[in-house]
C-alpha cells in the first residue's frame, strides 16, 4: 500500500509531526512504500500563488495521486486547521483524494477545538472527493507531553485510538491486495485465452 503522510505544521519540532510518526510506524506491516510531504518547505511563492508548473509542487500532488492511503496530520490552529495545509490541498485536482483512505490526525492546544476536524477539515477532504475517511483522531497538547530528552511521547488512550484506527487502514489494505490479485487473474485469463478463430466468425456488427 503507498502511503502518503501531508504535515500541516509550519513548526518544528512538532506534534502533529509526532503523531503521524507514531501512526505510519504502526502501519510498517503494510507499507510498500511511503512518502512524507511537508507544504512548509515546498517553494513558499509556487505554494502561495498556486503555481501549477513548479516542479517541487507536481510532484507533491502526483505522490498523492499515486497513493492508496493518505494521512493528514495538522496542528489546530485559530479553532481550524492549519493555513500552510490549506494552500497544500487547494493545489490538489478536484477529485484528488478519490478512491483514497483518509486518517486525519490534529493535535490542539487544548480539547475546546476537537470537533475542528469534523466541521472545518472534513468537508474539504470530502470536497476532493474522499469518501473512505477513517475516524480521526484529536490528540492535545498534555496527551503529547515533551520529553526530557527531546521529542515526545503519547498517552496511553491515544495510542490506543491510533492502533484502532490503524486495524481499519490494514483491513483496507488486505482487500486492496484481494482486488489487485483479482484484477492480475483476470488479466492473466485473458491473456491466456484462446483467441476466436476467424473462419468461426459468421457476421460481426
Ligand atoms: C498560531 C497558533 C494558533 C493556535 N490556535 C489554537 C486553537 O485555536 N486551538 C487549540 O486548541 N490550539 C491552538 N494552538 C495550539 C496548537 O494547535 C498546538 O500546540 C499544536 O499541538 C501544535 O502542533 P505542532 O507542534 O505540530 O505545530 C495554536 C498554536 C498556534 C501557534
Do not use: C
Not at 503507498?2 to 510498517?28: F, H, K, Q
Not at 510498500?32 to 507533491?60: C, E, H, K, N, V
Not at 487547494?90 to 493535535?107: M, S
Amino acid at each position: 500500500m503507498n502511503i502518503v503522510g501531508i504535515l500541516g505544521s509550519p513548526s518544528t519540532p512538532s506534534r502533529s509531526a509526532y503523531l503521524l510518526e507514531l501512526a505510519l510506524s504502526r502501519l510498517d506491516a503494510i507499507t510498500s512504500s511511503y512518502r512524507s510531504i511537508r507544504p512548509r518547505d515546498l517553494p513558499a511563492q509556487a505554494l502561495t500563488q498556486a503555481d501549477f508548473g513548479d516542479a517541487r509542487l507536481q510532484d507533491a500532488v502526483r505522490a498523492v495521486g499515486e497513493s492508496q492511503l493518505v494521512i493528514v496530520a495538522t496542528p489546530i490552529y485559530k479553532a481550524s486547521y492549519s493555513g500552510v495545509l490549506k494552500a497544500f490541498l487547494d493545489l490538489l485536482p478536484q477529485d484528488g483524494l478519490r478512491d483514497k483512505t483518509v486518517l486525519p490526525l490534529a493535535t490542539g492546544g487544548s480539547p475546546a477545538h476537537l470537533l475542528a476536524l469534523d466541521y472545518a477539515l472534513k468537508p474539504v477532504l470530502s470536497a476532493l472527493g474522499a469518501r473512505d475517511i477513517l475516524d480521526g483522531i484529536y490528540a492535545t497538547d498534555q496527551q503529547l507531553p515533551s520529553r526530557p530528552e527531546g521529542g515526545y511521547s503519547a498517552a496511553a488512550d491515544i495510542v490506543e485510538r491510533l492502533d484502532r484506527s490503524v486495524q481499519r487502514v490494514a483491513a483496507r489494505a488486505r482487500e486492496l491486495r484481494e482486488r489487485e490479485a483479482e484484477l492480475a487473474r483476470a488479466a492473466s485469463a485473458r491473456a491466456n485465452s484462446e483467441p476466436w478463430p476467424a473462419e468461426r466468425v459468421r457476421w460481426s456488427v
